[in-house]
């Protein structure tokens, strides 16, 4: 998962308990017993080395299709890369319902192993943390899927539409040998009317929750090339058309536009809810933001531009200069230059208007800008998932059970693989494990060099996951 928010759940006090989990007609999941599995399953999926790239997910979906098959779950197999396959598991329901997806991704962005104080790979328990590469993303959502799944068969629990868990690859950067193989060759396969998967937050500040998160919608990733031209010459005769010089005033210029802020749906109750929640000098913030063309919220987003870049962000389509090309000798003027951008969409943006007004920006007819074709970082464009369906109402119910918090809808700054899912009309809810807000600055989060979840947390995410999943599939009488 690249560039998303994350936030924690609350501690728990006895993760022997029943931890929100409603028992069926029968004995309910002896969650001590499902503890002590869920860690030996989680150690050995974070002992998998499936950096991406080149991926080489086998090591994880081998893994948990053997599991899956002890238990004489089904299983299908599906790669357009033999080495990078997708997962594809199914408990059989009534069929009264329409199907229930739960995914999670098997590969895991790179790492430096100079930069970790346990290797990455280690799986390392200390302090009631795990460390690894993947324990927040994506591991926590394989093994909640696979633990959900096994619960469900070994309870026999009676269902009303099926439930599906797909393992997909390829999710940091290379989607066309996982979602997008998935739902352009084998949509069928999973087909569902919902899905549950990554990027869910439950703020937890100093101990205390304030809000359960679960993600709505995604802006839409987009790359754009700079390219400035010049006459070339000796650099020790300067020259006035210097293609790098016109280069870096324009990537200053794009690096410093703030797109004009605008709501949808989703944003507005996020800051809605936030207001209400709040101490009232943030909430004033919050609540300048709801007029988005006011002089309080132009304040308040410069406000939070420098303190919380990530709400800032959901306000507006978002650029950031990332890569500069330019020269190849240093005694020679080159002729051309080249930059890259990361836009990230807000999903209604209209990406040819888009693209000339950050012309009329830069300003400089030496200078052209352009998008770039991604295939591994592609997103579609769609709409967001309602938030009057049963699913949302089925993870608020679980919230306010288990964490006894408000649920508020999250825009995603950053790309999930849910992009493609509802592209094919399902609707996606993101939901996720506890990590101490306060560890991303510290290094701690996803993507850092010291990647950790609270094993507690573990726990008690696999709970939540399962308790939304019976939720919405079991059997009603």
């Not at 950067?173 to 060759?185: D, W």
């Not at 084998?186 to 009317?193: D, F, L, N, S, T």
């Not at 330019?326 to 888009?354: M, T």
């Amino acid at each position: 998962m690249r560039g998303r928010f994350t936030a924690v759940l609350v501690a728990v006090a006895a993760l022997g308990g029943t931890g929100g989990i409603r028992a069926q007609n029968g004995p309910g999941p002896d969650w001590t017993r499902l503890n002590t599995e869920t860690l030996q399953h989680f150690q050995a999926l974070l002992r998998q080395d499936t950096q991406n790239p080149p991926g080489n997910e086998h090591l994880v979906t081998d893994y948990v299709k053997s599991v899956l098959e002890k238990e004489g779950i089904p299983v299908q197999i599906f790669a357009l890369d033999p080495k990078r396959p997708n997962l594809v598991a199914r408990l059989k329901g009534s069929g009264k319902k329409q199907p229930l997806l739960y995914m999670g991704h098997s590969d895991v962005v790179t790492v430096d192993p100079k930069k970790w104080t346990f290797p990455p790979f280690s799986a390392t328990r200390d302090g009631g943390y795990l460390y690894g590469r993947g324990s927040q993303d994506d591991r926590p959502h394989v093994v909640a899927g696979l633990m959900t799944m096994l619960t469900l068969k070994r309870l026999n629990v009676p269902l009303d539409r099926d439930v599906i868990f797909l393992v997909e690859s390829g999710e940091e950067g290379t989607t066309s040998v996982g979602i997008g193989f998935m739902t352009s060759q084998h949509a069928e396969a999973i087909a569902a009317e919902y899905c549950l998967a990554e990027t869910g937050t439950v703020a937890r500040v100093n101990g205390k929750v304030t809000y359960a998160g679960v993600q709505t919608v995604e802006k839409v990733p987009r790359r754009i090339e700079l390219v400035a031209t010049g006459p070339s010459g000796h650099a020790s005769r300067p020259l006035q058309g210097n293609a790098v010089v016109h280069l870096a005033a324009a990537v200053a210029a794009a690096g410093r536009w703030r797109v004009p802020m605008r709501l949808n749906e989703t944003t507005r109750a996020f800051f809605t809810k936030m207001a209400e929640i709040s101490p009232e000098v943030d909430a004033a913030r919050y609540r300048a933001l709801l007029n988005p063309a006011s002089p309080a919220a132009l304040a308040a987003d410069a406000w939070f531009a420098e303190h919380e870049p990530g709400y800032s962000s959901m306000m507006r389509t978002s650029v950031s200069p990332t890569i500069i090309d330019a020269g190849y000798r240093i005694n020679v003027i080159p002729s051309e230059a080249r930059a890259q951008l990361d836009v990230r969409a807000l999903p209604d943006e209209n990406p040819e208007q888009f693209l000339a007004e950050l012309t009329r920006v830069i300003n400089d007819k030496a200078v052209v800008a352009r998008y770039i074709a991604d295939p591994g970082l592609t997103r579609p464009t769609n709409k967001p998932s309602r938030l009057d369906s049963e699913v949302f109402r089925a993870i608020q119910t679980a919230v306010g059970r288990t964490y006894d918090t408000v649920t508020i809808p999250l825009l995603s700054t950053g790309a999930t693989d849910m992009a493609q899912v509802r592209g094919k009309g399902t609707e996606c809810y993101g939901i996720g494990p506890a990590i101490d807000l306060e560890d991303g600055p510290k290094g701690f989060g996803a993507h850092s060099d010291q990647e950790r979840i609270l094993e507690s947390e573990l726990y008690r995410f696999v709970h939540f996951s399962y308790d939304i999943v019976t939720d919405l599939a079991r059997a009603r009488n």
